[in-house]
Structure formats: structure tokens, C-alpha cells
């Protein structure tokens, strides 16, 4: 299993393996290829992606405030790796990333009908706040 810094030429393998792990994407807003390819350049460093003989099977993107606080966004990992450490790999992957640019705090927000992410994620050492509520404000639905 190869870890490596993921391309905008990786971009239609992401959209499939976001399909095949049935991860939720907006692909005419914040997941087009326009706003991955910007995120992208503006640090290449949070897109990471898991490859096995050059097939890409997992996908982490991270994010992070300047203030200390770092996200780890859009999980994904191909049906047929999940349970193979492929997802441990991809965080800690990113949690080693965050870390350097100076993040002491390391969130994810997941789907509450994702028990295996929940699993994962607290198998790694994360605490689930049940007291925190996530609100948004969307300009539409693609978004």
C-alpha cells in the first residue's frame, strides 16, 4: 500500500471511490472539480490518497483554521480494502500533516449512521461529543 499526495488528475478516481464507499458529494459545488482543484492548490499537502498496485482504494482530505484546529474531511475507502487498515492509515497519514502545520486539535465530523467511521475513529483515540449540535447555512443544496 502506497500513501501519497493526491493530483487534480486524481480526480475521477476520488468521484468513484466516493461513489463505490457511498460518501455523500456535491460534485456541482464544493466537490467539483474547480473547487477540489483551488483547495488543492492551495495546499496540496491535505489531499491524500491510498494506492494499491496504482488503483486508488482510500481517500482522506484534511483542513485546518491557522488557529490550531485541523479537520480530517471525506474519508473514503473502497468496499473491498475497509477493515484492511487502509482508513487508519490515510488519518494518521493526515494527522501527521496537521500536526506539522502547527494543529493541536484534530476533529471529523461523521454521518451518525456511520458506525463503522464512529469505530474507527474512536479505535484511534477520538472522543464523540453527543453534546455538540452541527448547524450550516447553505447558499443551495450543491454547496
Known amino acids: 500500500m ?11 478516481g476520488m ?3 466516493w461513489t463505490k464507499a457511498d460518501l455523500p458529494f456535491k460534485r456541482r459545488g464544493r466537490d467539483s472539480r474547480l473547487a477540489v482543484a483551488r483547495q488543492m492548490k492551495s495546499d496540496p499537502s491535505l489531499f491524500l490518497g491510498a494506492f494499491r498496485d496504482n488503483t486508488l ?13 485541523g479537520w480530517i474531511n471525506r474519508l473514503a475507502v473502497n468496499p473491498e480494502y ?3 487498515g487502509v482508513g487508519q492509515l490515510l488519518i494518521s497519514g493526515m494527522e501527521r500533516i ?8 484534530i476533529c ?12 474507527l475513529f474512536e479505535k484511534l483515540g477520538y472522543t464523540c461529543h453527543k453534546s455538540i ?8 443544496e450543491d454547496v
Open 2 to 12: 502506497e500513501v501519497r499526495k493526491l493530483k487534480i488528475d486524481d480526480y475521477e
Open 15 to 17: 468521484i468513484d471511490l
Open 57 to 69: 482504494v482510500g481517500v482522506v482530505i484534511g483542513s485546518y483554521d491557522h488557529r490550531g484546529k
Open 82 to 84: 475497509q477493515r484492511h
Open 98 to 105: 496537521l500536526k506539522m502545520k502547527g494543529v493541536l486539535l
Open 108 to 119: 471529523a465530523l461523521i454521518e451518525e449512521e456511520s458506525l463503522q467511521s464512529m469505530r
Open 133 to 140: 449540535l452541527y448547524f450550516s447555512k447553505r447558499e443551495s
